[in-house]
């Protein structure tokens, strides 16, 4: 089905991104270290910035970790129900956490908007305007709600 392998194609862009913030995070702390260690000096934004980059690290993650079974999953009961009762779980979980996820994601719309309409800045050193930050959320939860339509949709054509 194009449609799925497209929207599985979303999930690994996600990863993609959740990668750089991952490296970009790590490379900041590499940098305050070595900064304080031989120049006795801080970036002064090491702290904020990490923060930022591990949100982004992790909501961009998360579509691709739902597509790849990586979330947490108490299977002990479930792997010794029958296909089609298995099929109906997955089908009721899938639409439950479609309803959950896509509530928290247009929450998260509307921060982002309280953000940018309020010109709200974080209270560190950097005054960072907190919308920036909160994009990151906003998209990796997108790409979540598509890993879990993408999932619906193989259990729904799964024969």
């Not at 979540?144 to 259990?155: C, E, T």
Request: hydrophobic content about 50%; some cysteine; charged content about 15%.
């Amino acid at each position: 089905m194009k449609i799925v392998k497209f929207l599985e194609k979303l999930s690994d862009w996600g990863a993609f991104f959740s990668s750089i913030a991952f490296i970009l995070l790590t490379g900041l702390i590499l940098i305050e270290i070595f900064s304080r260690a031989i120049f006795n000096h801080s970036t002064m934004i090491a702290d904020e910035y990490s923060g930022y980059f591990y949100l982004a690290y992790v909501f961009l993650g998360l579509g691709y970790t739902f597509k790849e079974n990586g979330h947490i999953r108490i299977t002990i009961i479930y792997s010794k129900m029958p296909k089609k009762i298995q099929k109906i779980m997955d089908f009721f979980a899938g639409s439950v956490a479609l309803a959950v996820i896509g509530f928290v994601f247009y929450r998260s719309i509307l921060l982002c908007l309280e953000s940018y309409n309020y010109d709200m800045r974080s209270e560190g050193v950097s005054e960072t305007p907190l919308y920036l930050t909160q994009i990151p959320m906003v998209i990796g939860l997108f790409f979540f709600l598509l890993s879990i339509i993408a999932f619906l949709i193989k259990v729904v054509n799964d024969k």
